[in-house]
């Protein structure tokens, strides 16, 4: 499964290596596009780094994978001005 290469990346970001950690969910996401769990990842890391229009692209992808997603629901309304501002 997938889980394994989400770990990865996890651990990416927690060493402060977000580009490979990217590099690595895309990765993932061209072998499995349906992955929620990796683009809500990928989401959250664009979301770190203030790339904006990338976080909302992912959270909304999250919410078409996996509609109850409350916490990428939180975050896309907090990015689109209606929610509150820390990730």
């Known amino acids: ?3 394994p ?3 990865v990346a996890e651990g990416m970001v927690q ?3 977000l580009d490979a950690a990217v590099r690595m969910l895309e990765l993932n996401l061209e072998f ?3 992955s929620a769990q990796s683009t809500f990842s990928l989401a959250q890391i664009y979301d770190q780094r203030g790339e904006t229009e990338d976080a909302i ?3 909304e992808r999250t919410l078409e994978l996996a509609p109850n997603n409350r916490r990428a629901e939180q975050r896309l309304e907090a990015l689109r001005g209606g929610g509150r501002p820390t990730p």
Request: hydrophobic share 20%; proline share 7%.
């Open 1 to 3: 499964g997938e889980r």
């Open 5 to 7: 290469l989400v770990s």
């Open 15 to 17: 060493g402060g290596d």
């Open 32 to 34: 499995l596009p349906e």
């Open 57 to 59: 692209r992912y959270y």
